[in-house]
């Protein structure tokens, strides 16, 4: 390790050091989610505000649990006024600034938002995490949206997985629900086809960030119960209008929060058949097209990796064991919707017709 590195790695532990004081010294709240089959447990000063947050992980909440995996401290800075020691290294690594700021070894992780005022710490061996937030009521839709998503992608490399930027649509209920992961870039049809599917009665796991474990066979779980669509293709989604949290402000992708009109379509796990790489081809019909797991990771890979920097590696090598262990089809869309579900639906319900090999 270099002089440097080792300077960073001591001012991240004496900032990890100051949230954990305040966090022994403070009376918080504590709820209890199940996430990828393990309890996260969410701790926060009563009058934070943070609850708003929290939505996209409703649908995940359980009772009291005793123990949890992982034990993380949410800040709201323009309440809980927490004070963080100031040094050279945490001015030049975190300040505003300097664009992004972050680190990672083996054990810490630290990774700041300056223009979001977010800032998120996971120490994986004390199974622990703060996500500080410099004012709880401006923090962006896209935070409101995925909830600690840097904390999610490094607690599940860990563990083997990955928080990947994909889709995800299931048929069945527990323990025999399976279905699909939809990735592809932005604008590449993921939401509209994840949203006529549930429209069409399927059930939603994702239309934007999903988890992916690392058992084998592997399952596909929950992250968030958020749906957001192209402002301008909201014309294409007109009854779900109501839905919408954020119409008014024209900067920001409309989003909702499909459990509260939807609960019963919400799939917390499923195993995927498939991986499906959607174009929107304008077809008469939808149709798959078996493709390589190449060219299925290079569709996948970018925007997962770019969006969670400090934990692309290892999720790379997930998705790559993935792609190589699922097949990978691209579907080229139908204009209409209705279709585009109905073909979705019959690769759920028999794989073997589309030539699928069982994934073992």
Avoid at 158 to 181: N, V, Y
Wanted: aromatic residues 6%; neutral net charge; charged residues 20%.
């Amino acid at each position: 390790m270099s002089a440097a590195d080792a300077v960073a790695r001591d001012a991240i532990r004496a900032l990890t050091a100051a949230l954990d004081s305040a966090a022994d010294a403070r009376a918080t709240t504590r709820r209890a989610y199940r996430i990828a089959g393990e309890i996260l447990a969410v701790h926060a000063t009563a009058g934070a505000g943070v609850d708003p947050l929290l939505d996209a992980w409703a649908p995940l909440q359980v009772g009291d649990a005793k123990s949890s995996a992982l034990d993380l401290f949410i800040w709201n800075d323009a309440v809980d006024r927490v004070a963080l020691p100031d040094s050279p290294v945490l001015r030049r690594e975190l300040a505003p600034e300097d664009g992004l700021g972050g680190y990672s070894d083996a054990e810490s992780h630290a990774f700041f938002q300056p223009a979001a005022g977010v800032l998120s710490i996971f120490d994986a061996a004390r199974g622990r995490a703060h996500w500080w937030l410099r004012d709880a009521a401006t923090t962006p839709y896209f935070e409101r949206a995925a909830p600690c998503k840097h904390i999610l992608q490094w607690w599940m490399a860990t563990r083997g997985g990955a928080l990947l930027h994909s889709a995800a649509i299931a048929a069945g209920e527990g323990a025999k629900a399976r279905g699909i992961l939809i990735s592809g870039p932005s604008g590449s049809g993921k939401s509209s086809t994840a949203l006529a599917c549930l429209d069409a009665g399927l059930g939603f796991t994702s239309d934007d960030y999903v988890i992916v474990d690392g058992a084998t066979p592997p399952r596909v779980h929950l992250a968030y119960s958020t749906a957001k669509v192209l402002r301008g293709d909201l014309g294409r989604f007109g009854d779900h209008a109501a839905h919408f949290r954020n119409l008014a402000h024209e900067d920001e992708k409309p989003m909702m929060f499909v459990d509260q009109f939807a609960r019963a379509s919400i799939r917390a796990s499923f195993a995927p058949v498939a991986i499906v790489l959607p174009r929107v081809a304008h077809a008469r019909c939808t149709t798959f097209v078996p493709i390589g797991a190449a060219e299925m990771l290079r569709a996948l890979a970018p925007s997962s990796v770019l969006l969670f920097p400090l934990a692309g590696a290892r999720a790379l090598a997930r998705m790559a064991a993935l792609c190589s262990r699922l097949p990978c089809l691209r579907a080229d869309l139908a204009d209409d919707p209705r279709d585009v579900a109905a073909a979705v639906a019959a690769l759920i319900a028999d794989p073997a017709s589309r030539g699928l090999r069982a994934v073992a």
